[in-house]
């Protein structure tokens, strides 16, 4: 970011897709909340995103406010942040295609998450869901962002829209328009795992569904998929590094210690040398403490449409303003009439 100097700028954005789960929150949301309050903050569901794979469109709109449900019910201020839907502000797509422009092919085909979403027929995945990384890197620089929570799988898409804003600002002779925007995946949520499978990351599209705790799950939920959380034998040991090698047992106590806002070593202070038939209960109550009354919250608010409507139409106003400033000095600086 060496040089650039205009204000510090957060955006993130979640696709309407699924349910929110625990991982969505611990490495996304609720890192949302704590940077508000420091930060100019813009939250977008992204639902251009979504479409790159098939959506039915009812669903759509209901996934949309479920996002931004659990935006609120999370802790995200509508007065702090602006909270809004990537299609209602126009900026997103037109950057998007300038960006296309700018990025190479020899970039895109490295893109590992399209590898893993496009599966082996890729002649039949969309076009959109290639140059998906392309659109991420507008909505980040649209608003000439400067800061990116994310969780751990989105560090190639960062790197990304990083290339793409040093090759605009290089190409057009434009230095430091573009800020080389700076990820902000460290911390305790980063990559929460299945309950199922500690070596695969926690999910909505994971068919097995105690693999993953959504927000929207109530207190029975909870703790019955964390009984069922797969882990070994063994007791708890006392330090971390004792968890090397038992991925299942790391990924309890990293949700542990993430949602209790201790480190590892804390957690295992406490419970090294017991077992999991202690250890479970404990978490099972932490996590329902925590993310029960978010549920609630977000039931509350989705039964209205209305509200969360005006929330993302003030949100995408107020966003727009800042958006279409940028892109009309692009369009300035790439030649285009304005
Ligand atoms: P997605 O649900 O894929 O749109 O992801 C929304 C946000 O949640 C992104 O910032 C992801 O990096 C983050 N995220 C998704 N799954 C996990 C996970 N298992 N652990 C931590 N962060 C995650
Ligand atoms: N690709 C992100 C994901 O799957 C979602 C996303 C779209 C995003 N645009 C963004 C994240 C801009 C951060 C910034 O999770």
Request: glycine fraction near 8%.
């Amino acid at each position: 970011m060496t040089d650039y100097s205009g204000p510090m700028r957060v955006l993130s954005g979640i696709q309407p897709s699924g349910g929110m789960h625990l991982g969505n929150y611990l490495g996304a949301i609720r890192k949302f909340v704590d940077l508000q309050s420091e930060y100019e903050c813009y939250y977008c569901v992204v639902d251009m995103h979504a479409i790159t794979v098939w959506q039915d469109p009812q669903k759509l709109r209901e996934q949309t406010f479920h996002i931004a449900a659990a935006f609120l019910a999370a802790g995200v201020d509508p007065k702090q942040a602006a909270i809004f839907h990537q299609s209602g502000v126009h900026a997103h797509a037109e950057l998007a295609w300038i960006f296309n422009c700018v990025a190479r092919l020899g970039w895109l085909d490295r893109m590992t998450q399209f590898k893993d979403k496009a599966g082996k027929d890729k002649e039949r995945a969309s076009v959109g869901l290639y140059t998906y990384p392309v659109l991420q890197a507008a909505d980040i620089l649209v608003y000439k962002a400067t800061h990116v929570p994310v969780g751990e799988d989105q560090k190639q898409h960062l790197e990304l829209s990083r290339d793409i804003a040093g090759k605009f600002n290089h190409d057009f002779k434009a230095e430091n328009f573009f800020p080389l925007p700076e990820p902000l995946i460290k911390g305790p949520g980063a990559r929460i795992m299945s309950l199922k499978n500690g070596e695969a990351k926690m999910s909505k599209s994971d068919p097995s569904e105690n693999s993953c705790i959504f927000l929207m799950d109530d207190a029975d939920a909870i703790t019955k998929k964390i009984k069922k959380a797969k882990t070994d034998p063994e007791p708890l040991p006392s330090e971390p590094d004792g968890l090397k090698g038992r991925p299942e047992a790391a990924n309890l106590v990293g949700i542990y210690s993430a949602l209790a806002k201790k480190t590892d070593a804390d957690v295992l202070a406490e419970y090294g040398g017991q077992g999991f038939g202690v250890f479970k209960p404990a978490l099972a109550d932490l996590v329902v403490e925590k993310i029960a009354p978010i549920g609630e919250e977000m039931r509350r608010l989705e039964a209205d449409h209305a509200y969360l409507q005006t929330v993302l139409s003030e949100g995408a106003g107020q966003a727009a303003s800042i958006a279409d400033k940028v892109v009309k000095d692009v369009k300035e600086i790439i030649g285009f009439l304005t």
